[in-house]
C-alpha cells in the first residue's frame, strides 16, 4: 500500500507561484508513475501532470503547458508541482496520484490518491 500526502496549498494572486509537494511513503517502486490531478468547482477531476518515479519522463495537460513544472526526489520520496503565472482558473483541489502500471494521466488508471490540496488563485 501507498500513502500519499499533499502539502503546500494555498491562496495566491492572478500570476503568482505556488508549490505543491507530494510525500510518499510505503511501497513505492520505479514502476510507479506519479501524477498531479486537479478537480475545480463544478467539474470533474482532470490530469495535470506526471512524471516516472525513477526514469523522470513528464507529462502534462495543454492546459498547464509552459507553466507547472512537475519533478521529483527519490530519497525523499517526494513529488513537487512548480505552477507559477498561475491564472483563476487554476482554483481546484489538486490531488497527488499514483499508477503502478500507466502514466498517471487518467483517473481510472489511477490506484493511490492523496486527500488533497486547496489551491486558490484571486483575480
Known amino acids: 500500500q501507498v500513502q500519499l500526502v499533499e502539502s503546500g496549498g494555498g491562496l495566491v494572486q492572478a500570476g503568482g507561484s505556488l508549490r505543491l509537494s507530494c510525500a510518499a511513503s510505503g511501497r513505492t517502486f520505479s514502476s510507479y508513475t506519479m501524477g498531479w490531478f486537479r478537480r475545480a468547482p463544478g467539474k470533474e477531476r482532470e490530469f495535470v501532470a506526471a512524471i516516472t518515479w525513477n526514469g523522470g519522463t513528464t507529462y502534462y495537460a495543454d492546459s498547464v503547458k509552459g507553466r507547472f513544472t512537475i519533478s521529483r526526489d527519490n530519497a525523499k520520496k517526494t513529488v513537487d508541482l512548480q505552477m507559477n503565472s498561475l491564472k483563476p482558473e487554476d482554483t481546484a483541489v489538486y490531488y497527488c496520484?499514483?499508477?503502478?502500471?500507466?502514466?498517471?494521466?487518467?483517473?481510472?488508471?489511477?490506484?493511490?490518491w492523496g486527500q488533497g490540496t486547496q489551491v486558490t488563485v484571486s483575480s
Open positions: 496520484a499514483a499508477d503502478s502500471r500507466g502514466l498517471a494521466t487518467a483517473v481510472r488508471g489511477i490506484d493511490y
